[in-house]
């Protein structure tokens, strides 16, 4: 059975990167890349400290949630892993006991690299046992442009010379992001896309890491979550997403549904209805949506099981009877719940929608006869369309065989 570093056993060379990353952010994966290209090293450790001695009595995120946030945003590059090391020591986390611990863990002789900044190798010479620190490793000082370097050049050169430590100044662009920002927009509902890995994002807000008040289906939440779908949505496809919306609340309300869930459901039923057909594509083998061949002859259906995905990850709702309304409403599906039903109904018939087969005799069934509604616009779809999805005819089934004799 192999250890749990096996993966450092065989390692001949390693960059480390370590921090609280609380949370981790797309600063500390641009400086990794840029490691990996300078310095070749066979694989970038990320450790994330538990306990670092210059943050003692600052609240910390626990760091199981940092170390699977840095897990998440690491683990698709196969030159990045992710280490315990820290986590698992007791007491304060120190640089000179965790380089000690990767000696013995490597195969002699292996190339250490320690990334710092420019802040930090000033002040390396107050680090516990920093003498001896030198001279396990080298490292990597990160140099940003525009700033005063030559007070640092000249403490490396008596670094070299004295302790003759090994030490390479890298240049690397300023991103101006911090972890503070980033928890204070997590903190308000904001959005921190292209400051923040996606995985980790949507780990930090499914846990609530760093927020004042947990996610849920309540009108702040729903408001936002409209406003954020706006800015998304072609004018033409946001009118017919809240027709829909009116359409469902109503027919919750007639067959006594649940009014909220109707009205979330029809909020996010085409959140992704107009994604390019390349990138439905993309989204579906990255979120593991198995294609059979009705779906890869026509990838637009799909926009039903991906909005079911982004419903989850980008709007943060959890729900599973909205989460299902939304994944079957173009194909309905052979155990069509009330909820199932009413979105698939309002999406056929809401107030918005221009003249096509079928749709005057809905209307006129809807809230009359929700099955037979449902009957008349699924078979008037397997007229117009050249593929169905087997789905479909499930669910035709289904509302045909119910109440009808």
């Known amino acids: 059975m192999a250890s749990k570093h096996d993966y450092l056993e065989r390692c001949e060379s390693l960059a480390v990167l370590g921090g609280t990353f609380d949370p981790v952010h797309i600063g500390h ?3 990794a890349e840029e490691v990996l290209q300078q310095f070749r090293p066979q694989r970038l450790l990320f450790i994330p400290s538990a306990n670092p001695p210059h943050k003692q009595g600052r609240p910390k995120t626990h760091s199981e949630h ?22 698992e020591r007791p007491g304060e986390s120190y640089t000179i006991d965790t380089i000690k611990q990767l000696r013995k863990i490597c195969p002699a002789g292996a190339k250490i690299y320690f990334i710092t900044g420019a802040d930090a190798m000033l002040d390396i010479l107050s680090w516990k046992n920093a003498e001896e620190l030198l001279t396990l490793c080298s490292f990597i000082t990160v140099r940003r442009p525009g700033a005063a370097s030559q007070k640092l050049e000249t403490h490396v050169a008596a670094l ?22 980033i928890r204070e927009k997590l903190a308000r509902g904001e959005s921190v896309r292209g400051m923040m890995p996606i995985a980790a994002e949507t780990y930090a807000r499914q846990h609530g890491l760093y927020q004042t008040v947990q996610p849920d289906l309540g009108p702040e939440h729903f408001e936002w979550a409209k406003a954020r779908l706006k800015q998304q949505l072609s004018p033409r496809r946001f009118k017919h997403t809240l027709g829909t919306c009116q359409e469902a609340e109503a027919l919750a309300r ?46 637009d259906i799909t926009h039903c099981m991906l909005s079911e995905e982004s419903a989850r990850r980008d709007f943060f ?57 449902l009957v008349v616009g699924i078979k008037a779809t397997i007229e117009e369309e050249d593929l169905i999805h087997p789905w479909s005819y499930d669910a035709l089934r289904l509302l045909a065989g119910e109440g009808r004799g």
């Not at 070299?160 to 920002?181: C, H, Q, V, W």
């Not at 579906?284 to 294609?291: D, F, N, P, Y």
């Open 29 to 31: 994966l641009a400086l």
């Open 66 to 87: 940092r170390f699977k946030m840095v897990l998440a945003a690491t683990c698709e590059n196969p030159a990045f892993d992710c280490s315990r090391l820290e986590l």
């Open 160 to 181: 070299r010379e004295n302790f003759k430590a090994e030490i390479y100044l890298m240049d690397m662009p300023l991103y101006s992001i911090s972890g503070t920002e």
């Open 254 to 299: 007639h067959y006594g549904g649940d009014v909220l869930k109707a009205r979330w459901a029809a909020l996010l039923h085409d959140a992704t209805k107009e994604y390019s057909a390349e990138k439905k594509l993309t989204l579906c083998r990255k979120w593991g949506i198995t294609l059979d061949p009705v779906l890869e002859a026509n990838i």
């Open 317 to 373: 709702v959890e729900d599973s009877e909205i989460l299902q309304a939304i994944r079957y409403h173009t194909t309905g599906w052979r155990e069509l719940s009330l909820l199932d039903r009413i979105i698939m109904l309002a999406d056929y018939i809401e107030p918005h929608r221009e003249d096509y087969p079928g749709l005057e005799q809905m209307r006129e069934l809807a809230y009359k006869d929700m099955d037979a509604a």
